[in-house]
């Protein structure tokens, strides 16, 4: 795997910065790892990034806003490419509360975080912004327990965390700009390794799931491994309907792993 240098802050939607660097997955592509600040009379940073680009990311959010300004530090998972510049930005960002739930707060504690500014906020309640208030929720897709989106009902925003990730063959601007068949086969993958317990989820109760997405009627998908998505929550949905039943990803073994060594 290997890491490219941040990318310039971008809009990614009404009063949304995106905070995004790109992975290299030998094999599968690029992925993105994107994290968000939500502008507003209380200001919230959504995930931290990665661990190997802490003083890149710490530049392109002091560029965008004085971290001292932040309320809210919101974590939807701890995976390592969530939790990267974590305690940076607790100690520029002295007044921030750490959103999770109880299991992350527990896991990131036995990691050795800093977890006394933890605010738990389980999915169905919600976060006052100032000027609109979060619901958090559970993704229909999602590799750790823990994990809790956000849905931004002003703009209609869902922040969805792992879920609708993709990896692609060239960075893209937003997630139309990837051709439809590539972001559906991306999506399948991608699904299968981040969340390889969905083939064993009942059909209906999974399509429940996507049901619950649609209801929100999202007209912005903000994930952590997807450009912005606008407008295309009908297709996304269909994708990640479709991913149930895609074949499981193997990954390579020893043998394909030296041949890619030695091809590079
Ligand atoms: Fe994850
Ligand atoms: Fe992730």
Known sequence: MTLTHMHSPRRAAE??????????????????INAFVLHGPRPMLVDTGLPGLRADFMAA????????????????HTDADYLGSL????????????????????????????????????????????????????PPCFDAPETTGLFDPRGG?????????????????????????????GMQ??????????????GAAYAARLDEVRRLAPRTILGSHLPPAHGMTDTLLGNLAEARTAPPFIGPDQAALESMMAAA
């Open 189 to 202: 993958v991608w699904a299968q390794i981040d969340a390889p317990w969905l083939g064993m989820t009942d």
């Open 87 to 138: 305690d940076a930005v607790l100690q520029a960002a002295p007044n921030a509360r750490l959103v999770t739930t109880y299991l992350g707060m527990g896991k990131m504690s036995l990691m050795g975080r800093p977890v006394d500014r933890a605010y738990l906020l389980n999915p169905g309640q919600t976060l006052d912004l100032g000027d609109r208030a979060v619901t958090a929720l559970a």
């Open 157 to 185: 925003i869902l922040f969805s965390a792992d879920a609708f990730g993709c990896p692609v063959s060239s960075p893209a601007e937003i997630a139309a700009d990837i051709p439809a068949e590539a972001l559906r086969a």
């Open 15 to 32: 009063g949304v910065t995106l905070l995004s660097a790109d992975l290299s997955l030998p094999g599968l592509g690029i992925l993105p």
């Open 61 to 76: 959010l002091a560029s965008v806003i004085d971290p001292a300004d932040l309320a809210y530090v919101w974590i939807t």
